[in-house]
């Protein structure tokens, strides 16, 4: 079965902390993984997806196959990096998100 | 560019009543998905819809239906409503079509809640 994990609800820290959001999925095939944050009274958006290899806005993520994981990580946590993170995979031959059920970080002064 | 708009943005039902939401993709975008995310869950996918046809379904009894207009907006219906139907109802639009690459950009959704 095609699953996305993400074993906290909530992810608390301080300001200058480093920050590591787990995921974990389970996909037979050549997964696509994304991670999506949504800002308090924003509408959800994309943050990052594995094929482009990039950093945005101080995050990072590295699809592990051999452990089928996809963890964001931020050495330096920033108080506006509060917000609920979700992770997903794109599934099938087409534009379809399987969501993991989010984690809340929450970035404190 | 306008982005991806919702309507209503709360909707208050009873049992066993219908219901219609709106989406309006936004400009340039002909692919719309539909998805029900429920209080601490992540968004779950219903359905998908690529120039007014339907082009993939999630999990969802047949109750849930929808259609997409010439100019990609697109409805999502929810016959004979159940509590469990309350939820918040997100609507994402993408450029391209069928297995596309293509980043889907999500609306502020609708918030059911039905009685």
């Known amino acids: 079965a095609q699953r996305v994990t993400q074993p906290e609800k909530l992810l608390s820290v301080f300001k200058g902390a480093p920050v590591e959001l787990k995921c974990n999925y389970s996909y037979s095939g050549s997964p696509e993984l994304f991670w999506y944050v949504q800002y308090s009274r924003q509408r959800l958006q994309l943050l990052l997806r594995?094929?482009s290899r990039e950093s945005i806005k101080g995050f990072t993520a590295d699809l592990n196959k051999g452990e089928t994981s996809f963890h964001l990580k931020k050495p330096f946590a920033q108080e506006e990096d509060s917000a609920m993170y979700y992770c997903?995979?794109?599934?099938?031959?087409?534009?379809?998100?399987?969501f993991g059920a989010g984690t809340r970080l929450a970035v404190h002064p | 560019e306008t982005g991806v708009t919702q309507s209503p943005t709360h909707l208050i039902k009873t049992r066993g009543q219908q219901v219609t939401l709106r989406c309006s993709s936004q400009s340039g975008h002909n692919t719309v998905s539909w998805y029900q995310q429920a209080l601490g869950q992540g968004p779950q996918f219903i359905f998908q819809y690529y120039r007014e046809e339907e082009n993939g379904r999630g999990n969802f009894p047949p109750r849930f239906s929808g259609l997409q207009f010439p100019n990609y907006s697109s409805e999502l219906n929810v016959n004979a409503l159940e509590l469990d139907d309350s939820a918040l109802y997100l609507c994402?639009?993408?450029?391209?079509?069928?297995?596309?690459?293509?980043?889907?950009?999500f609306g502020p959704g609708t918030r059911l809640l039905v009685l």
């Open positions: 594995h094929i």
């Open positions: 997903a995979l794109r599934s099938g031959g087409y534009n379809k998100l399987i």
């Open positions: 994402a639009s993408s450029p391209g079509g069928t297995g596309g690459q293509e980043t889907q950009y």
